[in-house]
């Protein structure tokens, strides 16, 4: 677990140079909102995530599998609702904002995806 939060804190923090380079360099109207507490929430649930999931890997295998999708599922709920939680908050930066959101989802999710299979494996 150690070794995930390292290389995870090492991912976080190039995805924020991404981003630092996104704000310095592009124009204003493509700013993302909010940005750095996106970076700082992924970091957390993937973490969360991860660390739930070993746990969940350590019974049955159907029991991984069903807590793995239904797990996905709520997370990606809870994201699309902080989308729509976005456009009462500020309906003028939205397209901006979910687009960001849904690409830090992505980046996050390709992170997590390959390190999770590789620690299935070794068990």
């Known amino acids: ?6 290389q995870l804190l090492v991912f976080s923090l190039f995805i924020s140079l991404i981003d630092f380079c996104w704000i310095r360099f592009m124009p204003v109207e493509k700013h993302i909102p909010h940005i750095w507490l996106m970076v700082g929430y992924f970091t957390t ?8 999931s070993i746990n969940a890997s350590k019974g049955k295998p159907q029991g991984f599998i069903r807590y793995y999708m239904g797990s996905t599922a ?16 500020d309906k003028s930066t939205l397209v901006p904002f979910a687009i960001g959101f849904m690409a830090h989802y992505f980046l996050f999710t390709l992170f997590e995806v390959p390190i999770l299979l590789k620690e299935l494996n070794k068990q």
């Open 45 to 52: 649930m993937t973490a969360l995530f991860h660390f739930f």
């Open 1 to 6: 677990m150690k070794n995930f939060i390292i």
């Open 74 to 89: 709520i997370r990606f709920f809870l994201y699309i609702m902080i989308i729509v939680a976005y456009r009462f908050y």
